[in-house]
């Protein structure tokens, strides 16, 4: 998403793209996988020292609430942050802990099944796949 755009969604919700808030989006978009806030702010802590965790916290938590980005929870694993909002699949390593994207799901067809097929309106909606990596499968 371009940053005139986080901009804009920020704005009809009130906020603005504060320092705090573009930081934590540039070390998500740095981050490999899927990052827990922990990650994040290790990454937005590299060039701002002083930054607080709570601060990456709340921060996450706004441009969640606005669309800007997406928040995935497995059981026993910190809640992952990413910045693909299209509906999509990710796939967690059970053991390393890796998350990967797993390509070729159309969930946005469940989404269509579920307005279709029931008189809700569709929120949020997600789903979570655990396996054995292939590095983990071999040792
Ligand atoms: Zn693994």
């Known amino acids: 998403m371009l940053v005139p755009d986080v901009r804009e969604k920020l704005r009809r919700s009130g906020y603005t793209l504060t320092s705090q808030r573009r930081a934590v989006l540039e070390a998500l978009s740095k981050a490999k996988g899927h990052p827990s806030a922990e990650d994040v702010y290790l990454i937005v802590k590299r060039e701002n020292p002083r930054v607080a965790l709570g601060t990456v916290y709340q921060a996450l938590s706004v441009l969640e609430e606005v669309g800007v980005v997406g928040s995935k929870h497995w059981a026993e694993s910190p809640t992952r942050y990413d910045l693909n909002v299209?509906?999509?699949l990710d796939i967690r390593c059970i053991r390393c802990g890796e998350v990967s994207e797993?390509?070729?799901?159309?969930?946005?067809g469940v989404e269509e099944?579920?307005?279709?097929?029931t008189p809700y309106r569709v929120t949020r909606a997600t789903m979570v796949v655990e396996g054995l990596c292939p590095a983990c499968t071999d040792s």
Do not use: M
């Open 86 to 88: 299209e509906p999509h």
């Open 102 to 108: 797993v390509p070729g799901v159309a969930l946005g």
């Open 113 to 117: 099944i579920i307005r279709n097929n």
